[in-house]
């Protein structure tokens, strides 16, 4: 038998991988994923913040792919949507680089401008 | 559970599992091995989506892009493009969810804009064989306040203040049963679904069955604990096998997780469920000869009273709830019965689930709230009648309700307002008809489904809607009489009066409202022996158009009768008297020169 606290449990654990399907509202994670994105590695990085979001049990945050944006040079690129903030674009992203992102941008709200379009234009 | 970035979410109601969404299934699976997707990518089979004519479904998260049509063989395209490479395949989405090439949100596509989803909450958005998805959009916690926070009586009083009435076709308002129920003093009570959904075009039932079983068993649990039974039964035709297995799978689960059985979530509460298969019979939708057919006796009603709430099944106080009904139970605890309430009507809060069917262009499963009109649900959600012909009717209540006209679709939504018309809202059938629907042939079709399926108890029913339709076959065959309207009605209002149940009831409720708003095509039929819509073969005449034809000679050749004759090169004739209308000559004839009349 399920006590009311297992239940509970169950349903946060369990909304956090679903919650995919009905919920729009949160943060969106996209990382580029056409041909220049997946050759420049982009797949190790979708795996990299996939997991970090799962180890810091993360709701609401919404990891999906696109095409290519047209800075086929700059890529693997990440975009992050925050409802209510700019978009923010990273560019030359690295595994480790996505990790850092999640954990200042996504958890604590701070841009990581060293990894942005803007510092890289400089 | 593993954490995926996407979801793909493949319908196997049984709309989309008869066009092969099983396959579909498997051959995601297969494709996302293939291209190492596995750990990103999960595949989940769910309920309904409600655009039945547009499957097999397949919805991709988070992007939500709904792919309509889909055949096993473009899956391996959706896996590379929109999976590995997060190009969505536009040739495969639903046409209406794409905008000036940007994907619309699925809650800004006409089909789904009116629609308000509380039924159907959770049918295509998770996996009906899976506890814990059902868990996680707020399952089992409705049952929890109610055996945690409330006593039987507030519970009825939610159930009340919410203003829910029956959704299986007689709109008795669900929480006074509840209260009948819980006053009558017995050791053993009984609390019953009615999933035995018999309307011809009715699926509404079926698919929140085979979408999300648990809401059943949650609300069965919940009205369990408030009019004090311990033991529930699903009464579940046969027909839908999906529907029994996921019931089967789900009552399971639940016992194993302690939400069925001797001490539900620790509180001490005591409740199970079983299930019963019917074995397809009509009347079997009907309290009384339910009850009969789960004792396991022959599906026949009796008079009431008493009524099931004193003396129901087992001769225990008993209460039957229709399949939608428990739906929106969870719900109304969930969000409160205010909020409930607040959609709706005066006399009809809430939602209602609507299958669409007949010649209408998004064939499929809708909820609307109530008080939204007839022209709403056909022309924005429904999309119209296909091939630019012209609505004539809407047929709401199956067996037992009527058909509307035009004139009366500006009419809103609710159980008296569709009552005055001379229909119902029934259990929730919604079959359109077209210029070409004959409807007298509607009402002698309807005729002949309630003679099939007249249990044979009561003489009016037994009897007196055999001669009905002896007297609706005549008038299609074209040997109606002139007084063949007045005896039909007058039929029509000793069986209203005198039948057992409401099978019989009502059955005459086809036949009378064709005949108040079609009297022209049943005069036409019975004085100029003519079936205007074009149906009635007896009363059709094939001929050859002169200036179209050309000479041949097949349709001569064709002819099994023999009855065309003619020299080659100069227009054929046909013989009517020899011909017995079987259509060859027409289907035949190279030139389109041949009309039926």
């Not at chain 1, 609401?60 to 800075?71: E, K, L, R, S």
């Not at chain 2, 209406?96 to 629609?115: G, I, M, R, T, Y």
């Not at chain 2, 899976?130 to 916690?141: T, V």
């Not at chain 2, 002139?482 to 039909?488: F, G, P, V, Y």
Request: proline residues 5%; hydrophobic residues 35%.
């Amino acid at each position: 038998m399920k006590t009311i606290q297992e239940l509970e449990e169950i349903r946060k654990k369990t909304l956090d991988t679903i919650n995919v399907r009905k919920d729009r509202s949160g943060t969106r994670i996209v990382v580029g994923m056409a041909t220049c994105g997946i050759a420049a590695g982009a797949r190790p990085v979708l795996l990299a913040i996939m997991d970090e979001i799962k180890k810091h049990d993360l709701s609401d945050v919404v990891v999906a792919q696109t095409g290519c944006i047209g800075m086929c040079r700059l890529e693997p690129i990440v975009e992050v949507y925050r409802p209510g903030e700019e978009k923010v674009t990273y560019v030359k992203v690295n595994p480790s680089k996505a990790i850092r992102i999640v954990n200042e941008h996504i958890m604590k709200g701070k841009v990581v401008e060293g990894y942005t379009i803007g510092a890289e234009s400089k | 559970m593993e954490m995926y970035r996407s979801h793909v979410m493949i319908c196997r109601g049984t709309g989309c599992t008869s066009s092969n969404s099983e396959q579909i299934a498997k051959n995601f699976e297969e494709e996302i091995k293939k291209h190492g997707l596995e750990k990103e990518v999960v595949v989940e089979r769910t309920g309904c989506f409600g655009l039945c004519a547009l499957g097999p479904v397949v919805i991709v998260y988070p992007e939500a892009s709904f792919y309509s049509l889909v055949k096993p063989e473009d899956v391996e395209e959706i896996v590379k493009e929109h999976l590995v490479k997060g190009r969505v395949v536009k040739r495969l989405l639903y046409a209406e969810s794409v905008e000036e090439n940007k994907l619309k949100a699925l809650e800004e596509v006409d089909f789904f804009k009116k629609q308000v989803r509380v039924a159907l909450r959770n049918c295509g958005v998770i996996n009906p064989e899976n506890i814990d998805e059902y868990i996680a959009f707020d399952g089992y916690k409705a049952l929890e306040k109610v055996l945690t926070e409330m006593t039987p009586a507030e519970v009825i009083d939610t159930v009340k203040k919410s203003g829910l009435r029956g959704r299986g076709g007689a709109g008795f308002p669900t929480g006074m049963k509840w209260d009948f129920a819980s006053r009558s003093v017995n050791d053993q009570k009984y609390v019953l679904c009615n999933a035995d959904e018999g309307d011809p075009g009715a699926f509404m039932d079926r698919s929140v069955l085979e979408g999300d079983p648990h809401s059943i068993l949650e609300a069965m649990t919940i009205a369990g604990y408030a009019i004090g039974a311990g033991q529930g039964y699903i009464y579940c035709r046969a027909e839908y096998p999906i529907a029994v297995k996921r019931l089967g799978i789900a009552i399971g689960q639940a016992r194993q997780y302690g939400l069925l059985g001797d001490n539900i979530m620790g509180t001490g509460f005591k409740f199970d469920i079983e299930l019963r298969l019917g074995a397809g019979a009509f009347v079997c939708g009907e309290e009384t000869a339910l009850m009969a057919s789960i004792e396991g006796q022959r599906g026949m009603p009796r008079p009431r009273p008493p009524f099931p709430a004193n003396k129901g099944l087992f001769a225990k106080p008993t209460i039957l709830n229709n399949v939608e009904t428990y739906a929106n139970i969870p719900v109304i605890f969930n969000k409160g019965p205010e909020w409930f309430a607040s959609m709706g009507t005066e006399k009809s809060k809430g939602t209602k689930v609507f299958a669409l069917g007949g010649k209408i262009n998004n064939t499929g499963l809708v909820e609307i709230p109530m008080g939204t009109t007839l022209r709403e649900v056909i022309y924005e959600i429904g999309g119209g009648c296909p091939n630019g012909k012209k609505f004539k009717a809407v047929q709401t209540g199956g067996p037992s309700g009527g058909c509307i006209p035009e004139e009366h679709l500006d009419t809103p939504i609710d159980y008296e307002s569709l009552a005055s018309l001379g229909s119902i809202i029934g259990s929730g059938g919604m079959i359109v008809m077209d210029e070409d629907n004959c409807m007298v042939d509607i009402a002698r079709f309807f005729m002949d489904f309630i003679v099939d399926e007249s249990c044979g108890k009561c003489t009016p029913c037994r009897e007196g809607t055999k001669r009905m339709l002896e007297i609706l076959e005549r008038i299609t065959e074209g040997k109606g009489e002139e007084e063949d309207i007045e005896k039909l009605e007058n039929l029509a209002m000793n069986i209203k009066n005198s039948a057992l149940c409401g099978l019989g009831q009502t059955a005459p409720n086809p036949v009378l409202s064709t005949i108040k708003y079609f009297r022209n095509e049943y005069e036409a039929h019975i004085k100029e022996k003519r079936c205007p819509a074009g149906v009635c073969n007896e009363l059709l005449n094939y001929m050859i158009m002169a200036d179209k034809c050309k000479g041949c000679g097949i349709c001569a050749k064709n002819c099994p009768q023999q009855c065309i004759s003619g020299q080659p090169k100069t227009p054929y004739t046909i013989d009517s008297s020899k011909c017995i209308k079987c259509g060859v000559c027409m289907s035949k004839c190279p030139f389109k020169a041949i009309t039926r009349k």
